[in-house]
């Protein structure tokens, strides 16, 4: 039996969304196979393993909960995952860990950092590695990897917090030189729609830099005439497979992150963890209706995106289609999937419990190839220095 470790919560707008990303996963593992170690990340930071996680109530009122919870820490020097014991003389034990899915969205999880840890303490998890989830999470350096790709992206400018305070004029003019209103404007940090406004002038332009999230803003021209299409890519190196294509389905100007996770229906905001809920729950069309050249071009990209980040597991890769000229556009890559996307593998030919086996085996084939590269090189640095050799000197 391995024991697979699946990580949720965090520190991050997120924290919500991965408690349901988690809990699913962990319903659909299979128990013959798995043991599962739950982990929860508390939203001050605070990391959490015990039964009682699973029950997806005690998240609306975690305090009166978490004395039955154990607190633990992955520590780069133990490979596994350590309880921390209350009390001045009792141990800390450790769980071994078998394998890692990090389910976890926005930062802090799914941008390299928790990967960072993950890759110190030499345990094999299921993501794409450090340079991949950074790259993915930040709207700018994706983009610009994209276009070195030659992805079809749409045209955007970008300017950090510090050059718009510095002189304001010149960035509205700069914008307005490369890009035509409408515009979207962009953390290029965060996820989920947070931070995210339209500018129709160079009033609403102001006012949504005046109102973002991130130290570092991208300004894109808006497709007005839209229609959103999303397709999974899963595997690990040159082998990368594409799902079926999805259309989440509008009701605002643009999709919200109320849109995104919360209009399942009546009772999915409560029901953290249920089938009913999460990302499979928002209104879309799977599959996508798409003209046959369309949706190849579509799954092709999909496993060129993968690929350009050297990705690893499950993404979800977000298009836009300018309905006006029927040009597809690269919009974003999302290296930890809500829901891990698996209502488009499901659809696809791959249960959710088979897509775990999946992911379980790609952290085990890293961890392999890992395991082949040499990280030791023997030098005489030290040996010199003791024989007093001039520090720095080459
Ligand atoms: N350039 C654009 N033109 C039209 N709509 C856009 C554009 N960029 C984003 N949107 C809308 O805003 C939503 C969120 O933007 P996105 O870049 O996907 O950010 P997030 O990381 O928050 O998902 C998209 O799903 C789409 O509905
Ligand atoms: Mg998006």
């Known amino acids: 039996m391995k024991k697979l470790g699946v990580i949720f919560g965090g520190v991050s707008c997120e924290h919500d969304v991965s408690i349901i990303t988690g809990l699913q996963l962990i319903e659909n593992a299979n128990k013959a196979k798995y043991e599962v170690i739950p982990i929860y990340i508390h939203s001050d930071?605070?990391?959490?393993?015990?039964?009682?996680?699973?029950?997806?109530?005690?998240?609306?009122?975690?305090?009166?909960?978490?004395?039955?919870?154990?607190?633990?820490?992955?520590?780069?020097?133990?490979?596994?995952?350590?309880?921390?014991?209350?009390?001045?003389?009792?141990?800390?034990?450790?769980?071994?860990?078998?394998?890692?899915?990090?389910?976890?969205?926005?930062?802090?999880?799914?941008?390299?950092?928790?990967?960072?840890?993950?890759?110190?303490?030499?345990?094999?998890?299921?993501?794409?590695?450090?340079?991949?989830?950074?790259?993915?999470?930040?709207?700018?350096?994706?983009?610009?990897?994209?276009?070195?790709?030659?992805?079809?992206?749409?045209?955007?400018?970008?300017?950090?917090?510090?050059?718009?305070?510095?002189?304001?004029?010149?960035?509205?003019?700069?914008?307005?030189?490369?890009?035509?209103?409408?515009?979207?404007?962009?953390?290029?940090?965060?996820?989920?729609?947070?931070?995210?406004?339209?500018?129709?002038?160079?009033?609403?332009?102001?006012?949504?830099?005046?109102?973002?999230?991130?130290?570092?803003?991208?300004?894109?021209?808006?497709?007005?005439?839209?229609?959103?299409?999303?397709c999974s890519g899963l595997g690990y190196e040159n082998d990368v497979q594409a799902s079926v294509c999805e259309e989440p389905v509008h009701w605002e100007e643009f999709l919200t992150f109320e849109d995104k996770y919360m209009h399942g229906g009546k009772g999915s905001k409560g029901a953290k963890g249920s089938k009913q809920s999460g990302m499979e729950n928002m209104s879309r069309k799977i599959p996508a209706e798409l003209e046959e050249q369309q949706e190849k071009k579509i799954r092709d990209l999909t496993c060129q995106v993968f690929k350009s980040l050297n990705s690893k597991g499950v993404v979800r890769v977000d298009y836009i289609i300018d309905k006006d000229t029927n040009e597809v556009y690269v919009n974003e890559i999302n290296t930890i999937p809500g829901s891990f996307a698996f209502y488009l593998w499901e659809v696809s030919g791959i249960t959710y419990p088979e897509l775990i086996d999946k992911l379980v085996d790609i952290a085990e084939k890293a961890m392999h190839d890992k395991n082949k590269n040499n990280y030791s090189f023997k030098s005489d640095v030290i040996g010199n220095i003791a024989k007093g050799q001039k520090m720095g000197v080459k």
């Open 45 to 230: 930071g605070e990391w959490y393993t015990g039964e009682e996680l699973l029950n997806a109530n005690i998240y609306k009122d975690f305090e009166a909960h978490q004395n039955h919870l154990k607190k633990v820490a992955i520590l780069p020097s133990q490979k596994g995952l350590m309880v921390l014991e209350k009390g001045l003389f009792s141990k800390n034990t450790v769980i071994d860990l078998d394998v890692v899915i990090p389910a976890m969205h926005g930062m802090n999880g799914e941008d390299g950092t928790l990967q960072g840890l993950l890759e110190l303490a030499n345990i094999p998890y299921s993501s794409s590695g450090v340079l991949g989830s950074s790259v993915g999470m930040d709207k700018i350096l994706m983009k610009k990897v994209f276009e070195a790709h030659k992805f079809p992206v749409l045209p955007y400018t970008y300017f950090t917090r510090a050059e718009w305070e510095e002189d304001r004029d010149e960035i509205i003019t700069r914008i307005e030189n490369e890009l035509p209103y409408p515009m979207f404007v962009k953390p290029s940090n965060l996820g989920s729609s947070i931070g995210i406004s339209k500018a129709k002038n160079r009033e609403g332009l102001v006012h949504a830099i005046a109102v973002n999230y991130d130290a570092r803003i991208i300004v894109e021209k808006s497709v007005e005439n839209i229609r959103e299409i999303n």
